[in-house]
């Protein structure tokens, strides 16, 4: 059974910092391209980073600079190191593992919150 767990989101000031954390069971964790997304209320689902299993690298142009995503191939575990955060960057985050070829997995989704 594949499952995707989400940590650290929260409630966070503007200007502050975030790390969250997906842990992967039940897959080959090296193999597969891990992305996190968000969507904030009203709005679609898009896509924040994401890191190949080469760990090649992608960022939506709004974070570019602020957030870094990496990952632990020991640990099965992706990251996203969100700082400089942003009242528009609250939303809830999924976690993503998408094979080269077949169907992708879904985390649960945590809430990050970014206000005064």
């Known amino acids: 059974q594949v499952q995707l767990a989400e940590s650290g989101g929260g409630l966070v000031q503007p200007g502050g910092s975030l790390r969250l954390s997906c842990a992967a069971s039940g897959i080959s964790f090296s193999i597969y391209h891990m992305g996190w997304y968000r969507q904030a209320p009203g709005k679609q689902r898009e896509l924040v980073a994401r890191i190949s299993s080469g760990r090649n690298i992608n960022y939506v142009d709004s974070v570019k600079g602020r957030f870094t995503i990496s990952r632990d191939n020991a640990k099965n575990t992706v990251y996203l190191q969100m700082n400089s955060l942003k009242p528009e960057d609250t939303a809830v985050y999924y976690c993503?593992?998408?094979?080269?070829?077949?169907?992708?997995?879904w985390g649960q989704g945590i809430l990050v919150t970014v206000s005064s």
């Open positions: 993503n593992a998408a094979p080269s070829y077949g169907s992708s997995y």
